[in-house]
């Protein structure tokens, strides 16, 4: 049954029991037939594991994601979503996250307005469809007792497209029932038959079925707990995953033949998914998103020294980068943070007060040498700039704090468990000329204050040779840069939140210099743990995910070594591979 979206919205939103609308019936399927235990062991020690499932839900498409699918339907890359649709709410820093994403009731007239954009748009390529690869030719009198089998036909073929599974018996009545609607009540100037297809298409762009993606299991099982996905449920949590885009035909093959019922056919499909050019985009779209750095796009200003084009610059700098390590290089996260190259064009090099004179205007591997003082994915302009937040405060801080929680997972106390309830840290102000930024923190935040910043602060000082604008610096406002610091470990930390529970530390890091912080976030072993779970977070669109879970805990299976050997894909098959993946609890 197909429902208006309208009617729907506001429910499926907030994450009801809406899996009545979502005909799945039909689809029978098992990545693997024994179903999870209630508590699993960490793969690296005795240690148990919290085997909490995700719970059945729906979400909405985020803006590309609706794109790439009306793309793939339709051939139509307008990008209607990317110009009319409010930004996604952030989850953790990604911007694909079911429980971020609830959707509100000012978007249903954009969702109008982008599906009547798009089937008029595209309609002439449709009948053109019709004729070329459906070779049918439609009915001049199509009645609701006498199906016309050419309307039928392509209702099945691209609406199978739109809801990225086959249609059931009511969906494709009900997109018929929306074919004789347009033909009875055409378009103004517009041929019936092309109206009736124009309205086909705008309904479907409004179904749930179409907007939503399910994680809901069939609906003919009501009991069953925990639940798993159907064929086409996996078949599209692996594609959007991999390419952010719906499954392509070997995909949806696999699907209906039953054969995506093993974790290795489903690693397998992510694999020859990963490999394509929509692949390593998105691939790089989670390391952007994971540290911020995709926001180095919006910085940019024409009246300031990060013009637009240098910031855009930064962006395809890490963009290119990341793409190297993870399908040239050695895919690991170690060289994800240490690499002794980058990508450079002519501009960005001569920005960054590198040599210039052997690049043009594409972007080029450049290694750099030992006198740079740069090398890895913190030290390039995306992550300097996009965590600086110089309109919000101090660089140094912003940047300790961003490494300390997107790096190492780990929540920073709040004033009230340090005897502080209700405390406004004070505004920063300039410090006199010859003192430097870190001179006047060090001065100033001591006693109870310093009990938190420790944990931040000093992490921060690694990249104080940086400027907010990613330019090199080694004095600043007249002092001398110093850029040693402290990677501190907290004594007592909250094994499933990561909220660091008291100012008591140990195992305090010496650096000097961000060289030296880079090796040593490497080497610490809360590296590798925290990306397995922004890998969970990021696939399994929660916000929720606990640090102590087994999904989270088995993506580190391949990777008992560390940080050193531990590679990207590897992490993302492993969670694939996961019980996590398949089973919902009801």
Request: proline share 5%.
């Amino acid at each position: 049954m197909i429902i208006g979206i309208s009617s729907f919205v506001l429910f499926c939103g907030v994450f009801c029991d809406c899996d009545r609308a979502f005909d799945s019936d039909s689809h029978d399927f098992a990545t693997s037939s024994v179903p999870p235990t209630a508590q699993g062991n960490d793969v690296d020690s005795d240690k148990p594991c919290s085997n909490v499932l995700p719970t059945r839900k729906v979400w909405p498409l985020s803006r590309a994601e609706y794109d790439n699918t009306v793309n793939a339907a339709l051939g139509n890359s307008s990008n209607q979503a990317q110009k009319l649709f409010p930004a996604e709410d952030r989850a953790n820093g990604f911007t694909s996250n079911a429980q971020a994403e609830i959707v509100e009731s000012n978007l249903v007239n954009l969702l109008m307005t982008a599906a009547e954009t798009i089937a008029s748009q595209s309609v002439a390529g449709e009948m053109n469809y019709l004729a070329t690869d459906l070779q049918c030719t439609l009915s001049a009198s199509p009645s609701p007792t006498s199906q016309d089998p050419c309307a039928i036909n392509y209702i099945a073929a691209r609406g199978a497209a739109f809801f990225r599974r086959p249609l059931t018996t009511d969906e494709v009545s009900d997109l018929y029932q929306a074919y004789l609607t347009g033909f009875n009540n055409p378009f103004p100037n517009t041929n019936a038959t092309v109206s009736g297809i124009e309205n086909v298409i705008v309904t479907a762009l409004q179904s749930p079925q179409f907007f939503y993606r399910t994680e809901l299991g069939l609906n003919s099982d009501t009991s069953s707990d925990p639940v798993q996905l159907t064929p086409y449920e996996v078949a599209s949590a692996i594609s959007y995953l991999a390419t952010g885009s719906p499954p392509d035909a070997t995909l949806l093959a696999a699907a209906s033949s039953g054969s995506l019922n093993t974790a290795q056919a489903v690693t397998s499909q992510y694999q020859r998914l990963i490999a394509t050019p929509a692949g390593k985009e998105k691939v790089a779209e989670f390391v952007l998103e994971w540290l911020g750095a995709d926001q180095v796009s919006q910085l940019g200003n024409a009246n300031g020294p990060l013009t637009p084009a240098l910031a855009a610059a930064m962006f395809t700098e890490t963009k290119d980068f990341v793409q190297e390590v993870v399908f040239n290089g050695t895919g690991t996260i170690h060289e994800l943070l240490t690499a002794n190259y980058t990508f450079l064009n002519a501009d960005l090099a001569a920005y960054y007060g590198l040599p210039a004179s052997n690049l043009g205007a594409n972007f080029s591997r450049v290694s750099l040498g030992s006198d740079t003082d740069r090398g890895g994915v913190l030290s390039q302009g995306a992550f300097l700039v996009s965590a600086s937040n110089v309109e919000a405060g101090v660089p140094l801080l912003h940047r300790g704090r961003i490494i300390r929680q997107q790096l190492l997972c780990e929540a920073l106390p709040s004033a009230a468990s340090l005897g502080l309830p209700g405390f406004t840290p004070p505004p920063f102000t300039n410090p006199p000329a010859g003192t430097t930024t870190r001179q006047a923190l060090t001065k100033d935040i001591v006693g109870t204050c310093y009990n938190c910043h420790q944990f931040f602060m000093p992490i921060g000082f690694g990249l104080e040779n940086f400027d907010p604008f990613a330019r090199y610096q080694t004095t600043q406002n007249g002092g001398t840069v110093d850029s040693s610091g402290e990677l501190i470990e907290p004594a007592s930390i909250d094994e499933d939140s990561g909220l660091i529970l008291s100012s008591e530390s140990f195992n305090q890091a010496s650096f000097s210099g961000y060289l030296a912080l880079a090796s040593a976030l490497a080497a610490d072993r809360r590296t590798l743990s925290c990306f397995n779970f922004q890998v969970v977070s990021y696939a399994s669109g929660r916000n929720n995910v606990g640090q102590d879970e087994c999904s989270v805990r088995f993506a580190s299976q391949s990777s008992r070594d560390g940080v050193s050997t531990a590679t990207i894909q590897e992490q993302f098959q492993n969670y694939l591979q996961s019980q996590s993946f398949a089973w919902r609890s009801r």
